[in-house]
C-alpha cells in the first residue's frame, strides 16, 4: 500500500506561482512513475506532467508547456509541481498518482487509469 500527500494549493492571482508537492510513503518511491493529474468542476480528471524513473523524461499537456515544471527527489520521495504563469483555466483539484508497476522501459502514461494510487487533491483557485 501506498500513500500519497499533496500539500502547497491555494488561491493566487493570475500571473502567480505555485509548486505543488506529493510526498509518497514507501521505501521504493524511486521504482516509480508518477503524474500529476487535474480535476475542474464538473470535468473528467486530465493529466498536467508525468515523470518517469529517469527524472530525466517528462511530459506535459500541451495546455501548460512553457509554465509548469515536474520533478522528483527521490531521497526525500518527493515529486514536485513548480506552476508559473497561472491562469483562471488553471483552477482545479489537483491529484498525484503512481504506478507502482513501471519498468524502465515503460512510456509516460496519461490516463488516470493506469495509476494505481492517488493522493487526496489539492485545491488551486486562481483568480482573474
Known amino acids: 500500500q501506498v500513500q500519497l500527500v499533496e500539500s502547497g494549493g491555494g488561491l493566487v492571482q493570475a500571473g502567480d506561482s505555485l509548486r505543488l508537492s506529493c510526498t509518497a510513503s514507501?521505501?521504493?518511491?524511486?521504482?516509480?512513475?508518477m503524474a500529476w493529474f487535474r480535476q475542474a468542476p464538473g470535468k473528467g480528471r486530465d493529466v498536467v506532467a508525468v515523470i518517469g524513473r529517469n527524472p530525466d523524461n517528462t511530459y506535459y499537456a500541451d495546455s501548460v508547456k512553457g509554465r509548469f515544471t515536474v520533478s522528483r527527489d527521490n531521497a526525500k520521495k518527493t515529486m514536485y509541481l513548480q506552476m508559473n504563469g497561472l491562469r483562471p483555466e488553471d483552477t482545479a483539484v489537483y491529484y498525484c498518482?503512481?504506478?507502482?508497476?513501471?519498468?524502465?522501459?515503460?512510456?509516460?502514461?496519461?490516463?488516470?487509469?493506469?495509476?494505481?494510487?492517488w493522493g487526496q487533491g489539492t485545491q488551486v483557485t486562481v483568480a482573474s
Open positions: 498518482g503512481a504506478n507502482v508497476r513501471a519498468i524502465l522501459t515503460t512510456p509516460l502514461l496519461t490516463q488516470d487509469s493506469d495509476y494505481h494510487y
Open positions: 514507501g521505501s521504493t518511491f524511486s521504482r516509480y512513475l
